[in-house]
């Protein structure tokens, strides 16, 4: 292992306060988080016509693996994972080598919010995904050096794996190649696992190799690498890109979410928009269980919302739709869970994007 490598959470630029917020609402339910839904822009991700056709399945297992959950919080203890034959064990903590690992930091609360918290007109919070299992995996301590994060990064990815995780949501990073964390994530995809790898937040082009960022740079077919945008489809300032090694942008500026204590409130970055891609990909899992890696990827590549903002800072020159992906399963109307994938047929521009896709 390298002992140089820095394995570091990305945390949020914006502060984790209940703070005034922009408001949007569908037919009656207001909504805080605008990467949902929004008025001002079609920077969102259609998240009430995907509901339509998939608010999830607790079949699903998405690992977040952060700095840990708080499990008790109204909107997602409904929502959380419990271990077969165990149900007091709801994940672990490879900090302190135990089981349960509460979140006293907050990030690993928020990302989990946004992927799969169950609606709170009240407070006007929501999950990409209503119904979901969430796993909560603590990797991350700030007094830890990156070696000891690494390490606790490769033993959570294999518990993730081992305990039936279909889709694994990972925001931490760094520049430099470990082979011990390629070889999990690799050891995930033989198993079928999709890896939501968060792009980093040092604003950089990752096409370029002093620049690489690891391990959402991993060439492996189980990856999709998600770079963040604010609600006018802009590349964040913070947010890195890479026309060869990001796939997607999604929602990532000011996403209202939960915090532990059952609080909610603010934070920014690509952690946040790696966790619109996870709920997403719960969404299409619930629909057809059988769906691979690839195929998932694929279905959620090709259904972005192209932006001229994007045209040059991601594969695929656009920003997640969870609607338009579900519709390009067919799960609308004429598709029942476990049925073999069929997307829409790829245009002349797709097929491009998915040569780029296969591209070392």
């Known amino acids: 292992m390298k002992s140089g490598f820095l394995k570091a959470i990305l945390l949020s630029t914006a502060a984790a306060l209940v703070a005034a917020g922009v408001e949007f609402s569908t037919a009656s339910t207001p909504i805080r988080n605008w990467g949902l839904i929004n008025n001002q822009s079609r920077s969102h991700i259609s998240a009430p016509d995907a509901w339509k056709i998939s608010e999830g399945s607790r079949d699903i297992v998405v690992a977040v693996i952060?700095?840990?959950?708080?499990?008790?919080?109204?909107?997602?203890?409904?929502?959380?994972?419990?271990?077969?034959?165990?149900?007091?064990?709801?994940?672990?903590?490879?900090?302190?080598?135990?089981?349960?690992?509460?979140?006293?930091?907050?990030?690993g609360t928020h990302v989990a919010g946004?992927?799969?918290?169950?609606?709170?007109?009240?407070?006007?919070?929501?999950?990409?995904?209503?119904?979901?299992?969430?796993?909560?995996?603590?990797?991350?301590?700030?007094?830890?050096?990156?070696?000891?994060?690494?390490?606790?990064?490769?033993?959570?990815?294999?518990?993730a794996v081992e305990n039936g995780a279909r889709i694994i949501n990972y925001s931490g990073g760094g520049p430099e190649f470990s082979e011990e964390e390629f070889l999990a994530i690799r050891r995930a995809e033989a198993k079928g696992v999709l890896f939501v790898a968060a792009a980093g937040n040092e604003h950089q082009d990752t096409d370029l190799p002093q620049h690489s960022y690891y391990p959402a740079a991993y060439r492996l077919s189980n990856i999709i690498s998600v770079a963040a945008i604010d609600i006018n489809n802009r590349l964040l300032k913070t947010s890195n890109w890479g026309k060869r090694r990001v796939d997607v942008a999604a929602p990532g500026e000011n996403i209202f979410s939960t915090l532990p204590g059952g609080r909610y409130g603010y934070m920014s970055g690509t952690s946040q928009a790696t966790a619109f891609v996870s709920g997403i990909a719960a969404l299409l899992l619930a629909k057809n269980p059988k769906l691979t890696p690839p195929e998932l990827k694929t279905l959620i590549m090709?259904?972005?919302?192209?932006?001229?903002?994007?045209?040059?800072?991601?594969?695929?020159?656009?920003?997640?739709?969870?609607?338009?992906?579900?519709?390009?399963?067919?799960?609308?109307?004429?598709?029942?869970?476990?049925?073999?994938?069929?997307a829409k047929a790829p245009s002349a521009e797709d097929r491009q994007m998915l040569r780029l896709i296969a591209s070392p």
């Open 114 to 159: 946004i992927i799969g918290a169950m609606s709170d007109p009240e407070a006007g919070a929501s999950g990409v995904a209503h119904k979901v299992s969430i796993m909560a995996v603590k990797y991350f301590a700030e007094g830890n050096s990156g070696a000891q994060n690494l390490k606790n990064t490769v033993d959570a990815i294999d518990f």
């Open 302 to 342: 090709v259904s972005v919302d192209k932006t001229p903002e994007l045209s040059e800072k991601v594969i695929t020159g656009g920003k997640v739709n969870a609607h338009a992906a579900l519709i390009a399963l067919g799960a609308g109307k004429n598709k029942r869970p476990g049925e073999a994938f069929a």
């Open 66 to 107: 952060d700095t840990g959950i708080d499990t008790s919080h109204k909107v997602l203890s409904t929502n959380i994972w419990r271990k077969p034959g165990n149900s007091a064990v709801f994940g672990w903590n490879f900090v302190s080598k135990q089981p349960n690992p509460a979140d006293l930091h907050g990030h």
